[in-house]
């Protein structure tokens, strides 16, 4: 059997990175809507399209969300019996980072052009497929970034709390939120963790 090549990813996987800091420039709403575009590239079950994207660059709109999904992340902390200060600190530290951030990008899944089914196993598959998509898609939204010069982090928290981020934005109730992304111009000064190698020994198997 021929070796396995180890040349390494493309380079335009290995640029993108998450960077969580940002310089205070707000991000042109065309140049928002190019990432739109590149995430809606991605592949997606039966030729649909089940994502919603939900573009968030204004004040109003940045506190909604902070404090819509901050105010069930409190609510989660408490019954996990974390102690009130650090509840505190830690909804405070997110509610900055949402609303220091130049522009949110919060992608969403519908059922629209998803199979229906009548149990539940394949109903939970069909999400599943959705929710497969909808990272492809935000993989594309961010590589876009990267080649675009914009920093992006993708931010888990609406898969928490979907119904909660849908509602202080006053989205459709079947757009369910599942990624929030930042994007921003980047912070020269940040400097993230460096990636560690790729063990792909561990990670993959040939059969
Ligand atoms: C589903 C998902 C959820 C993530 N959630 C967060 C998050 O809540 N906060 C954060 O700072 N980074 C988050 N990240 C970013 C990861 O920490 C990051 O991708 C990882 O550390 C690898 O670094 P890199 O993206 O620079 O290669 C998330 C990434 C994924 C794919």
Known sequence: MTPASRAGAPAFLEARRSIRAFIDEP????????????????????????????????????????TGMGERWR?????????????????ASSHRKIE??????????????????????????????????LGAAVENLMLAAADAGLASCWVAAPIFCPEEARDALALPVEWLPHALVLVGHPDPAYEGRPRPPVPLDELRDFR
């Open 27 to 66: 991000v042109d709403r065309g140049a928002l809507d190019r990432l739109v575009e590149a995430a809606c590239l991605a592949p997606a079950p039966h030729h649909s399209r089940p994502w919603r994207f939900v573009v968030v660059d204004r004040d109003a709109g940045k506190r909604a969300l902070a």
């Open 75 to 91: 609510q989660d902390l408490r019954g996990d019996g974390v102690a009130p200060e650090r509840v505190d600190e830690l909804v």
């Open 100 to 133: 220091d951030t130049p522009a949110l990008v919060l992608a969403c899944l519908t059922w629209d052009g998803l199979d229906r089914y009548p149990d539940e196993g394949r109903q939970r598959a069909e999400w599943g497929m959705a929710l497969l998509s």
